[in-house]
């Protein structure tokens, strides 16, 4: 499948039919191929925001539309063969093999009880090899490291073919090396990707837009370097936040300090 667009329109979601809404009516456009980088405080919301995208949690109000396909009309298996979601939750499936588990990502793809194919194992080892997995292929998930399972679940998701890719957090426990090759991963890939991400400079290297939140609200959403201003940051960060131009490389850099009184 090839990338998608994704129009979000008022999307607000509760914990109850009578709760007080945690997610405020949200709306966004991303055109397909682009990388959204959702950015905010603990707590403003964006794993929650992710959750209604990704199917997980029913919005209270609004829609999200996968190209032309309201994916909260479809049926879950047609959902699953348009968006694919690595999760900070990891499966509790811990004694299946490191193969077995990318092999669940092909699953949506699959008639009844039908056996995988000639291409579900051509894609399942193009992705173990793409994520340097193909060594573990067949050790238990739950005798991983954070980094191999979170490389394991990028694999997974990838497997499922989707033409939008939403990732919780992705670098969280991977090494340098390992971040620096999620992210590339990320910008090379022929699918739309909706992102959290704490680190506000790796959102402005790799998004193409940036949606910043607070308190369960969207403030902006944007080019990075738009929406990732000294002001705004300091502000909704409660820091001094100070963009830099590093030498040599003449990349923008905010940095942070804690305000003085
Ligand atoms: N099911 C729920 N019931 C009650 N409150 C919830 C529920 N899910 C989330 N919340 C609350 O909603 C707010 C937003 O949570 P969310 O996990 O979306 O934030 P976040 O921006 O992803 O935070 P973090 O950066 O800390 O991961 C938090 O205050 C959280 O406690």
Not at 46 to 65: E, F, M, Q
Not at 66 to 77: E, Q, R, T
Not at 91 to 115: K, M, N, Q, Y
Not at 246 to 259: A, E, R, V
Request: charged share 20%.
């Amino acid at each position: 499948m090839t990338a998608a667009s994704v129009t979000v329109t008022d999307i607000s979601w509760a914990p109850g039919r009578t709760a007080p809404l945690i997610l405020q009516p949200t709306s966004f456009h991303l055109e397909a191929g682009c990388v959204l980088g959702i950015v905010g405080p603990n707590g403003a919301g964006k794993s929650t925001l992710l959750r209604v995208i990704y199917r997980y949690n029913a919005p209270r109000t609004g829609r999200v539309l996968v190209g032309d396909s309201d994916i909260w009309s479809l049926p879950p298996k047609s959902a699953a063969r348009r968006v694919a979601a690595v999760l900070q939750e990891q499966p509790t499936d811990f004694a299946l093999t490191v193969a077995e588990i990318v092999a669940l990502g092909r699953a949506p793809h699959r008639s009844g009880f039908a056996t995988p194919g000639a291409r579900d194992a051509a894609i399942i080892d193009h992705m173990l090899n793409r994520l340097e997995l193909h060594h573990m292929a067949n050790r238990a998930f739950g005798t991983l490291s954070g980094g191999e399972r979170q490389r394991v679940m990028v694999a997974r998701a990838l497997a499922q073919e989707p033409a939008l890719l939403i990732l919780d957090e992705p670098t969280n426990h991977l090494d340098i090396r390992h971040q620096l090759d999620v992210l590339q991963l990320i910008r090379d890939l022929d699918v739309t990707i909706i992102t959290s991400l704490h680190d506000l400079n790796i959102a402005a290297q790799i998004c193409d837009q940036v949606l910043l939140m607070s308190n369960g609200q969207s403030l902006a959403c944007g080019p990075p370097d738009e929406v990732l201003r000294e002001e705004t940051v300091s502000t909704v960060f409660s820091v001094a936040a100070r963009r830099e131009t590093l030498s040599p490389s003449g990349q923008d850099h905010l940095t942070f300090h804690l305000p003085t009184q």
